[in-house]
Nanobody
Framework: QVHIGESGGGFVQPGGSLTLSCEASGSITNFYVTSWHRQAPGKEREFVASITSANYRRYADSVSGRFTVSREYENVVYLQMNSLKPGDTGVYFC??????????WGQGTQVTVSS
């Protein structure tokens, strides 16, 4: 069994920063790619950023230059978010994908950007 846990969400004013963490535990701890997604109220879930086991990174245009995804261990991934905007508000989810294409999602962590 695999558990994906996110942490680090919270309330921040526009222009502020937050760092989200995603950690996998259980029977699988090495994943091919880890990605971050977010879902704002009333909107569909959207891709934010991803990092592969070879540290290849990809970002949504809306966060490029402000967010940085990084890996500390095979099963721990971070999302550093700077210059946050109200439009970044939402629940942030972490997804880890194995080399065989199986996806594991976390429960999400709330990020609220407001003055």
């Amino acid at each position: 069994q695999v558990h994906i846990g996110e942490s680090g969400g919270g309330f921040v004013q526009p222009g502020g920063s937050l760092t989200l963490s995603c950690e996998a535990s259980g029977s699988i701890t090495n994943f091919y790619v880890t990605s971050w997604h977010r879902q704002a109220p009333g909107k569909e879930r959207e891709f934010v950023a991803s990092i592969t086991s070879a540290n290849y990174r990809r970002y949504a245009d809306s966060v490029s230059g402000r967010f940085t995804v990084s890996r500390e261990y095979e099963n721990v991934v971070y999302l550093q978010m700077n210059s946050l905007k109200p439009g970044d508000t939402g629940v942030y989810f972490c997804k880890m994908r194995t080399g065989t294409g199986q996806d594991y999602w976390g429960q999400g962590t709330q990020v609220t950007v407001s003055s």
